[in-house]
């Protein structure tokens, strides 16, 4: 059932929440994005969060046959003072189009009609954004964005806890037996105390600075600075960074895991990707 663009954002707006991921866009400021239904049914939307510019980030709600039902573009500024932000939601435009043709079968992909700006925001605001839906469905969906304190801990509201290890991928390059690919996206850079990427036709690769025990993961990434090299499957990888990889230290070591059969989602599946988020459910439920 088609989603109908007949609401507009509201903010501070209560919600069950459903599942959350956390990004950076280009300029360093990083977000969580918590998604709600207003109901404990399981979410039968599937979202993808990806760069757009240097300030700003995709994203696009795909129904289960991967065709997307409904997108926007968030954009992300800090105020002149250093301590606030602004967001604003554009809607999916011409960019949008020319990156994604298909997103909706060849369709103009639905999207709102007109931007819509949150007041100034500090670290820990939020900005609860209204996605249209179709009534006749009972249906609520919610994004609600939060500004994350800096994760080198510069942030007053640290106040002396220590912050979790955090895994960073900035305009990554990655090569396997000396063949190079690149994470798509002008200057993306992601990081959290979780972190993947995505290869086309041979699956995900996951990282976490912690054991984790639901999944195989195994110690063998090394880290130097920018530079994370791991062997798995008998084949050997090297990662390069554009920033340092552990974002609390120069060296040290990953647990890696490795799925042949992840895919993103269908209409993303052919582009190599990055991406971060505070649990690993995101991506391995």
């Known amino acids: 059932m088609r989603i109908f663009a007949t609401l507009l954002a509201l903010q501070l707006t209560t919600c069950f929440a459903q599942n959350s991921s956390t990004i950076s866009v280009g300029n360093g400021i990083r977000l969580k994005v918590t998604v709600g239904t207003g109901n404990d049914t399981p979410d039968p939307l599937k979202v993808e969060m990806t760069a757009a510019t240097g ?3 995709y994203r696009i709600l795909h129904d ?4 997307a039902v409904w997108a926007y573009e968030l ?3 800090r105020l002149p003072d250093g301590d606030h932000f602004q967001m604003i939601v554009k809607p999916a435009g011409q960019e949008f189009a020319a990156k994604f043709p298909n997103a909706d079968g060849g369709k103009p992909t639905p999207t709102f009609t007109i931007p819509i700006e949150s007041q100034p925001l500090g670290v820990g605001g939020t900005f609860t954004i209204d996605i249209p839906t179709n009534p006749g469905l009972f249906e609520h969906r919610t994004d609600t964005v939060e500004v994350q304190p800096d994760p080198l801990g510069r942030s007053g509201s640290q106040s002396g806890k220590q912050a979790a290890p955090l895994i960073r991928f900035a305009d990554l390059i990655v090569s396997i037996n000396g063949k190079a690919i690149r994470a798509t996206g ?3 850079m992601v990081y959290g105390p979780y ?7 041979r699956g995900g690769y996951f990282f976490s600075t912690q054991p984790v025990t639901s999944r195989p993961f195994v110690q063998v990434g090394n880290v130097d600075r920018n530079k994370l090299r791991f062997t798995i499957d008998q084949e050997d990888y090297d990662c390069t960074s554009a920033a340092n990889i552990l974002m609390q230290s120069e060296q040290g070591q990953l647990w890696v895991y490795h799925d042949p059969q992840y895919k993103p989602n269908p209409k993303s599946s052919a582009e190599f990707s990055a991406a971060s988020s505070d649990s690993l459910n995101r991506w391995l439920p």
Do not use: C, H, R, T
């Not at 289960?64 to 065709?67: A, E, I, V």
């Open 195 to 201: 972190a993947m990427f995505y290869i086309p036709k």
């Open 55 to 57: 300030n700003s980030i």
């Open 75 to 77: 954009v992300v500024e």
């Open 186 to 188: 002008l200057g993306a």
């Open 64 to 67: 289960d046959s991967g065709l």
